[in-house]
């Protein structure tokens, strides 16, 4: 089984990559080959500074070094280490119709905000579909606002195999009764249930580097304890019973929570008798020790440059390696393959 999955460098890694997808990351490596890369080219939509750009995109491979992924079990890259993405991508574009693309969210949300949308926003995800079906990946662990991408990856990849191989059939897009899989493999997305799918921000909308919400994974210990204590509450009293759907804290709790604690801290907010900045003190502790011993090794990481260096050339060169078969599968179908011989 290949897994595959991308975070994006337009900021530092916070909660919601952690729980919707990172976690899941590591304990993948040991299920089958995985491949997690750097989306840099995702990034250059909104990020507009060459060196922001470059500084970030290292820190987010440190990052996920230090949540413990382990470059001798899963393929660490920067996606535009692998130019063939890029090509991939507009053997997909030439295919994709316009209004897939014109019911994408992000590009959605732009547009009703009045906001003028460039084209690398409305291609967005042809370029990720490009990094799923490059490595013929089966299975993508992400949150749930990723979810839409993943159908239009799937919807891409149809209309390639029934533009370019004989005999396949969109009905039966997997292959399973014609035999013909296609060039292209139909990936699936993996996504947490719960909370964890969609994990809130302090204002208790979806966290996210847009909303400037977030809480981040290694940022230093006072800004982390000052973004926790200042997670949206309101104003009942102490002693009054709390609905835990009012505030972000108790959905932020019962992430790194066990289903005991997670049991008693609700029944505490329906009873009353305990104020907000407790249950914020105690979803800060949890977040020290669960996150604690990655930000200890990210302080580590960090003085050895040369190290990553070395990780990220020979992840790019491995997913090289991956992507060669699948490419020339697909230049021979388009026409554009040399033929030898
Ligand atoms: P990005 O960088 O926005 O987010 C990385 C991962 O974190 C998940 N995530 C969340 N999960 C739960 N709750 C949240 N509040 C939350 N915020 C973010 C995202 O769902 C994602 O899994 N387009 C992608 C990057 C990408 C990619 C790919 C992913 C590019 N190519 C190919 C998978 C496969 C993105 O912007 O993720």
């Known amino acids: 089984m290949r897994i595959l999955s991308g975070v994006q460098p337009s900021g530092r890694p916070h909660l919601g990559n952690f729980f919707g997808a990172m976690r899941q990351f590591v304990s993948l490596q040991n299920e089958g080959e995985a491949l997690y890369f750097i989306a840099d080219l995702h990034a250059l939509t909104s990020v507009r500074d060459g060196r922001e750009l470059s500084q970030s995109s290292r820190d987010v491979a440190l990052d996920y070094l230090a949540l413990g992924l382990d470059p001798k079990k899963a393929v660490l890259f920067l996606q535009s280490a692998v130019p063939e993405v890029t090509e991939l991508f507009w053997y997909l574009t030439a295919l994709t119709p316009m209004g897939l693309l014109e019911r ?34 089966d299975l993508v662990p992400v949150g749930k606002d990723q979810v839409q991408h993943l159908e239009m990856t799937r919807d ?119 104020g907000y900045g407790h249950y914020k003190q105690r979803l800060h502790e949890l977040f020290m020790e669960t996150l604690g011993p990655a930000r200890e090794r990210r302080r580590r990481l960090t003085e050895d440059p040369a190290y990553l260096d070395d990780v990220l050339a020979a992840g790019a060169k491995k997913a090289r390696e991956i992507a060669a078969p699948v490419m020339d599968a697909v230049r021979h179908a388009v026409g554009t393959g040399r033929r030898t011989g």
């Open 156 to 274: 891409i990849a149809v209309k390639f195999n029934a533009a370019f191989v004989p005999g396949y059939d969109p009905a039966d897009p997997e292959g399973a009764k014609s035999g013909k899989p296609g060039i292209l493999k139909l990936p699936k997305a993996y996504v947490q249930e719960g909370a964890a799918a969609s994990v809130p921000g302090v204002d208790g909308q979806k966290m996210s580097k847009s909303y400037g919400n977030t809480i981040e994974l290694v940022a230093d210990d006072a800004a982390t304890k000052k973004r926790i204590m200042g997670i949206k509450s309101d104003s009942t009293p102490m002693e009054s019973p709390k609905d835990p759907e009012s505030t972000p804290i108790f959905a932020l709790l019962s992430l790194f929570a066990s289903d005991t604690e997670r049991a008693e801290i609700e029944e505490s907010f329906r009873t009353g008798g305990k």
């Open 104 to 137: 994408g969210h992000s590009y959605k949300d732009k547009v009703a905000r009045g906001i003028a949308a460039d084209a690398g926003l409305f291609t967005y995800p042809v370029l990720m579909a490009a990094d799923i079906l490059l490595y013929g990946s």
